[in-house]
């Protein structure tokens, strides 16, 4: 049985490590948070007293956290010089691209095979194993990760290079968070100018305004599919992570000079509404700002 150290056991990395139980892994999980712990414990993971502990006879290492700063630390500190020789690690955290190849240039350094495979579906699609990952790393790597990722998603893609995983990560979310005010702004004029919400949904879902934002993910309350509008913005993901993402996404630009001023503007609009006391809410809320 393939032994897969699961590091990171939030909201995401919950549902994960939960799905590669279920799948028939030995899962030996470790977070800082003890009521994390007894979740995944609850779940069939083995629990680890420590990372290094975790990671010490994973063939896999998995790991799922905040932020770039995370991922270093922990992999400078805790993980490289702790797995055995041949371990895939595999960072499915979202963070700026120079960390994510930083880190698996320290992880070359000593011989190891590294993967950035940030993941998009939510909370959700974490928990029902229906990810999508964008992988970034060799071909080799990328084949050998094919089972434990199958495990908890239905769609995997090899992006690139190292860093490629997260470059897609980023540009996608980008894209969402400005098709997302621009859905909510489409829908308020419409209702505005005396359209049936209903009816424009019914329209724009058929023709060229059409857009995932629209139509999987209505911001509008009794529209559409069900969607975390329906439950006055509760779950779903969050706007705080919306603008942590938009942040790397500028971040990004800034570092190959490219003009992003669609993206800007969805990052201060964010921003915004994060400072307005929405930081915890579903993203989709933004159509408050419009009132």
Known sequence: MTTVAFIGLGNMGSGMADNLVKNNFNVVAFDLSDAALLK??????NIADTTEQAVSDADIVVTMLPAGKHVMDIYTSQILDNVRENTLLIDCSTIDVETANK???????K???????PVSGGIA???????TFMVGGDAEAFDQ???????MGKKIVHAGGNGAGQAAKICNNMLLGATMIATCESLQLAQKLGLDPQVFFDIA???SGQTWSLTSYCPVKGVGPQSPADNDFAGGFASALMLKDLGLAM???KSVDAQVPMGELAAKWFDAHCEEGNAGIDFSSIINRLA
Do not use: I, P, R
């Open 40 to 45: 995944a414990k609850e779940a069939g993971c």
């Open 103 to 109: 880190v698996s240039e320290l992880a070359a350094s």
């Open 111 to 117: 011989g190891l095979k590294m993967l950035d495979a």
């Open 125 to 131: 699609a974490a928990a029902g194993g229906t990810l």
């Open 145 to 151: 990760a094919q089972g434990v990722l199958g495990a």
């Open 205 to 207: 879902s058929n023709a």
């Open 251 to 253: 971040q990004g630009a």
